[in-house]
């Protein structure tokens, strides 16, 4: 029997039951239209696997959690028809310590249920957490010898900051997951790594969280605060230098579109991804060929596979610093997020980013990527002509799209842009800025200094350490499919001695295909060009299409002895060039277990097969780095010091693409813009 106020909701039910049924219907329609394959981890995901993992282990710590990237065969079929059965799977691969154990579990996420779990049985250590790092941080403050050391030193506890540094490996077989500190001095100025308290060695164990090495050798003075601070409140006096303003304003909105995680810009469309380890991974790049009215594949995959930082000081508290940023703090977890107006410009628009957190609970970094159209007053190509009576003068403006990162690793920071270009070039750019790792030193003045020296005195007590930087790229191109050959084009001088000019020499290329990993194993240094070709598809000419790797900034190669500890962990940066057969779980250039490795698991063990890789698929590995002698100008914070490389098509398309574009129309600036513009 009804009730006047059961009336009431009877007669909108069928409504209500049709408003549920289309709000399902739009929810099924909205997720399945943003599960890309390679979408990263939402943050439901991310609790999902929080969730089934403390159900088999409540304690415990999630050092990595990640997409697990999905099957490449599943993936292209996929791609060739979105509506096939059945789409790629989507799994997460997560590793987790329980006591002293470190499991890698892979979770198929659509069933819910734990595919694999195993124990790692091998040497090194997962990713270390933001958490531990900060409990380990904290010890010595209650540790009665390290205050007694700060007593001894006149140091205020209060005002001593530690960081934590991994340390490495050095033959020695021990289990143990440690780290060792350094402390620092605030006192006075935010820029604390300016202010080193040498000659104490203070070792963590991570798995019982208490200090389980402890020797004060030395009293060496603590730099001084002055000078150092670079917060603009600080400088004073600051330079009355203040520039007219600028802006670069797009009234009619960004010419790029995003659809859930794919960005389609000019001819270029491609699939932008954040991992707690990689940071920007960028997938399904394809550009659009308007000759052939195509989208042809360019890269399957890039991202940063490792960095290698060594330094050069064999002081007794510095001697084991050779940090593998990627495997060992998390590139991706030591993202920031990034200031509007400051790290993009106006016309960017900012993307937030999710990592699990040590008890797996989804963490967000805001603002963790920045697209933006880069207008930089560059020119695209022109021509002026005078020969031909009226001056023909054709000159287009250039314009190109970037994504950002920027990742803050302890003192460095590392400004990460891939820059996708009209020409259909994909530029990486890693900048270099933050603040050097510095030691205390007695000498207040270079004319004091008469041995070899660990590093360059910068400032009264302070030592920059000589170092390195060395950026690791997995890329998985695949040039119009799948099926490339690395082709190494030598520049090669030839005598003319038969009299048939009279010119006495000449280069010309000769291009030497590699058939095996052996022969694509390169330094830099050589005149020539490296090519990922594809043989089976040719231009109108016959020339095999083509992308080019072209190195930026003067690359650098190793300077260490192979035998030297950290060298053997970091012998992926053996060469600048690597080419291996595609294998998904390859991936990791230093290996998967970065922390504490003994350099078993990588690059130089993968290729020992030496494999075939002609007309195959294949994974380009590409290191670009840096030698850093520090300078008085790197201090107290460096100006952005840029590295990079190029993909760029060589004999890829038919001609110049960029031939038919027309030119921007001019901004309409008679608007909003508050009167600051007059011309
Ligand atoms: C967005 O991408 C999905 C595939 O991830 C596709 O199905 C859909 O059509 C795209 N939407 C638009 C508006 O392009
Ligand atoms: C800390 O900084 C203050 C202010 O500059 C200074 O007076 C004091 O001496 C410093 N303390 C130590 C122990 O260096
Ligand atoms: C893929 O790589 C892993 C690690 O190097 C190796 O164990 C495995 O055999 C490889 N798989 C194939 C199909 O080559």
């Keep these: 029997m009804k009730q006047p106020n059961d009336f009431h909701i009877s007669i909108p039910r069928p409504f209500f039951f049709l408003f549920i049924f289309f709000l399902t219907l739009l929810q099924t329609l909205i997720s399945s239209q943003s599960i890309h394959p390679f979408d990263s981890l939402t943050p439901a995901e991310y609790t999902q696997i929080q969730t089934t993992i403390r159900n088999l282990y409540p304690a415990a710590a999630f050092h990595y959690v990640g997409l697990d990237d999905p099957d490449k065969s599943a993936v292209l079929r996929w791609l060739s028809d979105p509506q096939s059965k059945p ?48 409990a380990s941080e904290e010890l010595p403050k209650t540790y009665p010898p390290f205050i007694a050391s700060m007593e001894k030193r006149g140091l205020l506890i209060d005002e001593v900051i530690c960081g934590s540094f991994t340390v490495g490996w050095f033959g020695e077989e021990t289990r143990r997951r440690e ?28 798995d019982e969280m208490r200090i389980s090495g402890y020797r004060d050798r030395a009293v060496i003075p603590v730099p001084k605060a002055d000078g150092k601070d670079y917060r603009e409140s600080r400088q004073n006096p600051s330079f009355d230098n203040r520039f007219k303003s600028i802006a670069t304003y797009q009234p009619d909105g960004p010419s790029f579109a995003i659809n859930g995680s794919l960005v389609s810009w000019a001819n270029w469309e491609f699939h932008v991804g954040f991992d707690m380890r990689a940071g920007p991974v960028i997938s399904l790049a394809s550009v659009y060929d308007h000759e052939q009215d195509t989208r042809r594949r360019v890269m399957y995959s890039g991202l940063i596979s490792e960095l290698f930082v060594p330094y050069m000081d064999l002081t007794e508290e510095w001697y084991y610093r050779a940090f593998l940023d990627n495997g060992e703090w998390g590139f991706g977890q030591s993202a920031v997020p990034l200031q509007p107006l400051r790290d993009c410009p106006e016309n960017a628009v900012f993307l937030d980013g999710y990592f699990a957190f040590h008890d797996g609970t989804p963490t967000k970094i805001p603002n963790v990527f920045c697209l933006f159209e880069r207008h930089a007053g560059d020119i695209l190509w022109r021509h002026s002509e005078q020969a031909v009576g009226d001056l023909v003068t054709e000159s287009r403006p250039d314009r190109t799209l970037v994504l950002r990162m920027v990742a803050a690793v302890a003192n460095y920071d590392y400004i990460i842009d891939w820059e996708f270009k009209q020409t259909g070039s994909i530029k990486v750019t890693a900048g270099l800025s933050g603040l050097l790792a510095v030691r205390g030193s007695p000498y207040t003045n270079a004319g004091q200094i008469n041995t070899e020296q660990y590093g360059k005195l910068l400032s009264e007590n302070l030592l920059g ?126 290996g998967m277990y970065a922390d504490r490795s003994h350099g078993e698991d990588g ?17 380009v590995w590409y290191t670009m780095g840096v030698h850093h002698v520090p300078c008085a100008e790197d201090f107290p914070v460096m100006p952005t010091l840029s590295l990079g490389f190029e993909l760029k098509p060589t004999n890829f398309f038919e001609y110049n693409p960029t031939l038919k574009y027309r030119p921007p129309a001019p901004a309409s600036l008679n608007c909003t813009l508050s009167g600051s513009i007059k011309i």
């Design 603 to 619: 690059l130089a063990a993968w290729t020992a097969e030496d494999r075939e890789i002609e007309n195959r698929d294949i994974v």
């Design 465 to 590: 350490a000589y170092h390195d930087h060395f950026l690791t790229f997995r890329l998985d191109v695949d040039v119009d499919g799948e099926a490339n050959t690395f082709v190494r084009n030598e520049l090669r001088t030839r005598r003319v001695n038969d009299g048939r000019s009279p010119r006495k020499s000449y280069w010309t290329v000769v291009g030497n295909p590699a058939r095996r990993e052996s022969e694509a194993k390169v330094r830099h240094g050589a005149a020539g060009e490296l090519l990922v070709t594809n043989p089976n598809m040719k231009t109108k000419v016959g020339n095999a299409v083509a992308y080019k790797i072209l190195p930026g900034f003067p690359p650098a190669g190793v300077l260490l002895e192979e035998d030297d500890y950290p060298q053997i962990r970091g012998s992926f940066t053996r060469y600048n060039v690597w080419v291996t057969p595609y294998n998904r779980s390859e991936k990791w250039a230093g």
């Design 179 to 206: 780290v060792k500190l350094m402390c620092f001095y605030l006192n006075g100025t935010v820029n604390f790594y300016m202010r080193p308290i040498e000659g104490i060695t203070i070792v963590v164990d991570l």
């Design 87 to 134: 789409t790629p799977h989507r799994r997460a691969y997560a590793v987790v310590r329980t006591g002293t154990k470190s499991h890698d579990i892979v979770l198929d996420l659509d069933r819910n249920v734990v595919v694999s779990d195993n124990v790692y049985a091998g040497h090194g250590f997962p990713i270390l957490t933001f958490a531990e790092q900060v």
